[in-house]
């Protein structure tokens, strides 16, 4: 038996041996923010967040397969960016926590790669806490991306179908939760702008004073969902693959983010040889 | 798009290793192509010779300022004229074994084309001229060149005898000409001097001062004719009536006179005598008679000058007619007439005379104008024939010093060696050729592709153009195996290339044993 197999059994195990808690967890989360009664008992389920159990985490090969960084790998020129990514971020939010979109210009720039490894990269640090929303309902670029399966997600939640703790998941990273998109064969209406959405983001951020929270969003030239979702966030980033647009179609959809929230463009997939 | 060159390498190295796998497909097909065609291509000799070669010409030094020669300047292309003329053609094909492979005239006319084409003919400084052959063969290459210099240093010698020799004849052949034209104008001059014996240069000057002589002669008898007539005027003035009748006048005048002196005297006597004395009455008497004679003159002379105004005759009294100055004014008269008969007759002779003169002052001066051409042109021919009399014996000397091959004309300076290394490109220039466009054909392609791609790939653009800032470049992210898979495939490119590299050294080393 290899060292690697050895490692995925035991991330096999943690992930099991933390995947209730962190369900109970979120479960207590989500109904608070439901709810909403009581200020009280979301500070209490902050502390209980804080306290919350974290040591289950990914094994290296599997997240290395996810395309997710770690602190020490082979990707470290990858971990290397996404940190000074994080410091660039901190720097123009002040150090406060904020809900972030990543956003891509064109389809295909792998904004759900940016936006996990943007949440990944503040979990890094031990003192935050990171939240990944994937906002992205027409591609399934994020579920792909991590192997997820069609579970309940952000849809279902805002469909009132789920509550926030069946939505909430761990992957088996430190200090990062996940909600996905969710099931997509029923999209109907224009769910950003229901009060849930604001409500959920709004008591996120509220709550926790580490915690940054990352939407993935669609490509802004195909869909307007983006559009509306930049009026949801406190910054906006775009992502461009490298040798992918021309400036052109960059500056058209620079065009279409309020200024004073987009922070900048990340050029993504940049090319190597080793 | 403009890059910086950081930016440029950066960017090529990026979409090298996008088409990294193309690029060495790319590589391996042009290397190998190239390597394909260094293999067959021909290995290429060259011998080359200097020739040495005189351009003076023989006949311009020898006609300096006589006659003007054409400039032939350009010797290579007189050298290349030779050189690759049929004549030395044909010997070098005999010679250098080409026949061999040409059989029928077509192959032939082929095979000296080819010759023509490999063959370099060049001028070195003034009078150099280098020939180069080309060939497979380079033993072939070095027979041809050899060949080519020699036949052309051949013919160049004994052109060169041959025109000092037509020189010579060419300048003996025109002084001969000359002679026969100078002696042609010398006959002419002799027969017009025979013809034209006043054409002697001295005869003008004669003729001229007989010309004054006979005026001057012709002046003074026609002065002389004058004056004699005017004398004849006079003599005949003299002799005409009125002078007769001053004779008479005269006589009559004696008889007035005596009878005037006789009254006189008797006046005196009756002084003394009566008128009885017997001289008185003598006296009386004559003077009667003398009277009486008066008058009877008086009358006379008066119907003679009637008479003689009747008739028109000069009234000539029979006293006159016998009178001695009368006789001697008639004779004087008489000569004085016929001086002037001689006179005219010498007058008429001097005119006829120097109308012969004057005919003659013109015919000189006809001839004189036809002697000065015929002249002119004895003394050009003249000159020109001493001229080439001497240019010949100039002409004489340079013909036997090129006969004896004195004066180094044509030479080979450099023989033609055999080639030992074969020139232009050989293999290993393919070899390394092919190896140098397979990496740079593909790899410019890529650059050139780079340039023409609008497509975002520097930062600097995004934040020079569109203003925003770049908050991150991240490089890709190798999941999985992914970084290993890559691995491999880069073995695999990198044992592609060394097969290559390999099959490079195998083809170079098996040709360079000849097995190829």
Same mark, same amino acid.
């Given at each position: 038996?290899?060292?690697?197999?050895?490692?995925?059994?035991?991330?096999?195990?943690?992930r099991?041996?933390?995947?209730?808690?962190?369900?109970?967890?979120?479960?207590?989360?989500?109904?608070?923010?439901?709810?909403?009664?009581?200020?009280?008992?979301?500070?209490?389920?902050?502390?209980?967040?804080?306290?919350?159990?974290?040591?289950?985490?990914?094994?290296?090969?599997?997240?290395?397969?996810?395309?997710?960084?770690?602190?020490?790998?082979?990707?470290?020129?990858?971990?290397?960016?996404?940190?000074?990514?994080?410091?660039?971020?901190?720097?123009?939010?002040?150090?406060?926590?904020?809900?972030?979109?990543?956003?891509?210009?064109?389809?295909?720039?792998?904004?759900?790669?940016?936006?996990?490894?943007?949440?990944?990269?503040?979990?890094?640090?031990?003192?935050?806490?990171?939240?990944?929303?994937?906002?992205d309902?027409?591609?399934?670029?994020?579920e792909?991306?991590?192997?997820?399966?069609?579970?309940?997600?952000?849809?279902?939640?805002?469909?009132?179908?789920?509550?926030?703790?069946?939505?909430?998941?761990?992957?088996?990273?430190?200090r990062?939760?996940l909600?996905?998109?969710?099931?997509?064969?029923?999209?109907?209406?224009?769910?950003?702008?229901?009060?849930?959405?604001?409500?959920?983001?709004?008591?996120?951020?509220?709550?926790?004073?580490?915690?940054?929270?990352?939407?993935?969003?669609?490509?802004?030239?195909?869909?307007?969902?983006?559009?509306?979702?930049?009026?949801?966030?406190?910054?906006?980033?775009?992502?461009?693959?490298?040798?992918?647009?021309?400036?052109?179609?960059?500056?058209?959809?620079i065009?279409?983010?309020?200024?004073?929230?987009?922070?900048?463009?990340?050029?993504?997939?940049?090319?190597?040889?080793? | 798009?403009?890059?910086?060159?950081?930016?440029?390498?950066?960017?090529?190295?990026?979409?090298?290793?996008?088409?990294?796998?193309?690029?060495?497909?790319?590589?391996?097909?042009i290397?190998?192509?190239?390597?394909?065609?260094?293999?067959?291509?021909?290995?290429?000799?060259?011998?080359?010779?200097?020739?040495?070669?005189?351009?003076?010409?023989? =006949?311009?030094?020898?006609?300096?300022?006589?006659?003007?020669?054409?400039?032939?300047?350009?010797?290579?292309?007189?050298?290349?004229?030779?050189?690759?003329?049929?004549?030395?053609?044909?010997?070098?094909?005999?010679a250098?074994?080409?026949?061999?492979?040409?059989?029928?005239?077509?192959?032939?006319?082929?095979?000296?084309?080819?010759?023509?084409?490999?063959?370099v003919?060049?001028?070195?400084?003034?009078?150099?001229?280098?020939?180069?052959?080309?060939?497979?063969?380079?033993?072939?290459?070095y027979?041809?060149?050899?060949?080519?210099?020699?036949?052309?240093?051949?013919?160049?010698?004994?052109?060169?005898?041959?025109?000092?020799?037509?020189?010579?004849?060419?300048?003996?052949?025109?002084?001969?000409?000359?002679?026969?034209?100078?002696?042609?104008?010398?006959?002419?001059?002799?027969?017009?001097?025979?013809?034209?014996?006043?054409?002697?240069?001295?005869?003008?000057?004669?003729?001229?001062?007989?010309?004054?002589?006979?005026?001057?002669?012709?002046?003074?008898?026609s002065?002389?004719?004058?004056?004699t007539?005017?004398?004849?005027?006079?003599?005949?003035?003299?002799?005409?009536?009125?002078?007769?009748?001053?004779?008479?006048?005269?006589?009559?005048?004696?008889?007035?006179?005596?009878?005037?002196?006789?009254?006189?005297?008797?006046?005196?006597?009756?002084?003394?005598?009566?008128?009885?004395?017997?001289?008185?009455?003598?006296?009386r008497?004559?003077?009667?008679?003398?009277?009486?004679?008066?008058?009877?003159?008086?009358?006379?002379?008066?119907?003679?000058?009637?008479?003689?105004?009747?008739?028109?005759?000069?009234?000539?009294?029979?006293?006159?007619?016998?009178?001695? =100055?009368?006789?001697?004014?008639?004779?004087?008269?008489?000569?004085?007439?016929?001086?002037?008969?001689?006179?005219?007759?010498?007058?008429?002779?001097?005119?006829?005379?120097?109308?012969?003169?004057?005919?003659?002052?013109?015919?000189?001066?006809?001839?004189?104008?036809?002697?000065?051409?015929?002249?002119?042109?004895?003394?050009?021919?003249?000159?020109?024939?001493?001229?080439?009399?001497?240019?010949?014996?100039?002409?004489?000397?340079?013909?036997?010093?090129?006969?004896?091959?004195?004066?180094?004309?044509?030479?080979?300076?450099?023989?033609?060696?055999?080639?030992v290394?074969?020139?232009?490109?050989?293999?290993?220039?393919?070899?390394?050729?092919?190896?140098?466009?397979?990496?740079?054909?593909?790899?410019?392609?890529?650059?050139?592709?780079?340039?023409?791609?609008?497509?975002?790939?520097?930062?600097?653009?995004?934040?020079?153009?569109?203003?925003?800032p770049?908050?991150?470049?991240?490089?890709?992210?190798?999941?999985?195996?992914?970084?290993?898979?890559?691995?491999?495939?880069?073995?695999?490119?990198?044992?592609?290339?060394?097969s290559?590299?390999?099959?490079?050294?195998?083809?170079?080393?098996?040709?360079?044993?000849?097995?190829?």
């Amino acid at each position: 038996m290899s060292k690697i197999e050895d490692a995925l059994k035991k991330a096999k195990e943690n992930r099991s041996n933390i995947s209730p808690v962190a369900s109970t967890s979120g479960a207590v989360e989500a109904n608070s923010v439901v709810s909403g009664t009581s200020m009280s008992v979301v500070k209490k389920s902050a502390s209980l967040i804080k306290l919350m159990r974290d040591e289950a985490s990914a094994g290296e090969s599997e997240l290395t397969s996810k395309g997710i960084i770690l602190q020490d790998s082979t990707n470290a020129d990858v971990t290397d960016s996404f940190r000074f990514l994080r410091t660039q971020l901190l720097q123009k939010s002040k150090n406060g926590n904020f809900i972030i979109l990543v956003t891509s210009c064109v389809e295909g720039a792998d904004s759900a790669f940016v936006s996990m490894n943007m949440g990944a990269a503040f979990s890094l640090d031990e003192s935050k806490t990171s939240l990944v929303l994937d906002c992205d309902f027409q591609s399934d670029h994020f579920e792909e991306m991590l192997g997820l399966d069609y579970e309940a997600g952000l849809i279902d939640f805002l469909e009132g179908e789920a509550e926030i703790g069946d939505i909430l998941k761990d992957i088996g990273i430190k200090r990062l939760r996940l909600i996905p998109s969710g099931h997509k064969h029923h999209i109907e209406s224009e769910y950003f702008t229901t009060d849930r959405m604001k409500v959920l983001l709004d008591g996120i951020v509220e709550r926790y004073q580490d915690r940054f929270v990352v939407l993935n969003s669609p490509a802004i030239s195909d869909s307007v969902d983006a559009s509306i979702l930049v009026d949801l966030v406190d910054y906006v980033v775009i992502v461009a693959p490298y040798a992918g647009v021309s400036t052109k179609e960059l500056e058209e959809s620079i065009k279409k983010i309020d200024k004073s929230k987009l922070l900048g463009v990340v050029i993504n997939d940049i090319p190597k040889w080793l | 798009m403009l890059y910086t060159s950081q930016e440029l390498v950066s960017f090529v190295l990026k979409d090298c290793y996008k088409y990294r796998n193309k690029i060495v497909f790319a590589f391996m097909l042009i290397s190998v192509a190239v390597l394909i065609v260094g293999v067959d291509w021909p290995k290429l000799y060259k011998a080359e010779s200097l020739i040495y070669v005189d351009n003076r010409n023989v =006949i311009k030094p020898l006609m300096q300022g006589a006659a003007v020669t054409a400039e032939s300047k350009d010797i290579a292309r007189n050298a290349k004229q030779i050189i690759l003329g049929s004549n030395i053609l044909n010997k070098v094909l005999d010679a250098g074994g080409w026949l061999e492979d040409a059989t029928t005239p077509v192959e032939k006319e082929n095979m000296l084309d080819s010759i023509k084409k490999r063959t370099v003919i060049k001028k070195e400084g003034d009078s150099l001229i280098r020939v180069e052959f080309t060939d497979t063969d380079p033993r072939r290459a070095y027979l041809t060149t050899k060949n080519m210099a020699e036949y052309f240093v051949d013919i160049g010698k004994s052109n060169k005898v041959e025109e000092s020799r037509s020189a010579y004849d060419f300048i003996e052949k025109q002084a001969g000409e000359y002679l026969e034209k100078l002696t042609t104008v010398d006959k002419k001059i002799k027969e017009f001097l025979t013809d034209n014996p006043d054409a002697r240069p001295d005869m003008q000057e004669k003729v001229t001062s007989r010309i004054s002589a006979l005026q001057l002669k012709y002046e003074d008898t026609s002065l002389e004719l004058k004056e004699t007539e005017i004398k004849k005027g006079s003599i005949q003035r003299q002799l005409s009536g009125e002078a007769a009748m001053t004779i008479s006048q005269s006589r009559e005048g004696n008889y007035r006179k005596k009878v005037t002196d006789m009254e006189n005297q008797l006046e005196t006597l009756l002084l003394t005598y009566t008128e009885t004395y017997p001289d008185v009455v003598r006296l009386r008497r004559q003077i009667n008679d003398m009277t009486a004679s008066l008058e009877a003159e008086i009358k006379a002379r008066d119907e003679a000058i009637k008479k003689a105004k009747e008739t028109g005759e000069t009234y000539l009294d029979s006293s006159i007619a016998t009178n001695p =100055i009368y006789q001697e004014l008639r004779s004087s008269l008489s000569r004085t007439e016929t001086k002037i008969a001689t006179l005219n007759t010498r007058m008429i002779e001097i005119k006829s005379l120097l109308d012969v003169e004057y005919d003659r002052m013109r015919r000189i001066e006809e001839g004189d104008s036809m002697m000065q051409s015929l002249t002119r042109d004895y003394e050009v021919n003249q000159n020109i024939y001493q001229d080439l009399l001497k240019r010949r014996e100039n002409a004489r000397i340079s013909r036997s010093l090129d006969t004896q091959q004195k004066g180094s004309t044509f030479s080979i300076l450099e023989p033609a060696k055999l080639p030992v290394r074969p020139f232009g490109l050989r293999f290993l220039h393919f070899a390394i050729l092919g190896l140098v466009l397979g990496m740079v054909i593909p790899v410019g392609i890529v650059f050139l592709l780079l340039q023409i791609d609008g497509r975002l790939r520097s930062s600097r653009a995004v934040i020079e153009e569109l203003g925003v800032p770049v908050l991150a470049e991240i490089p890709h992210y190798w999941k999985g195996d992914e970084k290993r898979k890559q691995i491999n495939n880069y073995r695999l490119l990198i044992v592609l290339i060394l097969s290559i590299l390999v099959l490079f050294a195998v083809v170079s080393s098996l040709k360079f044993m000849g097995k190829l």
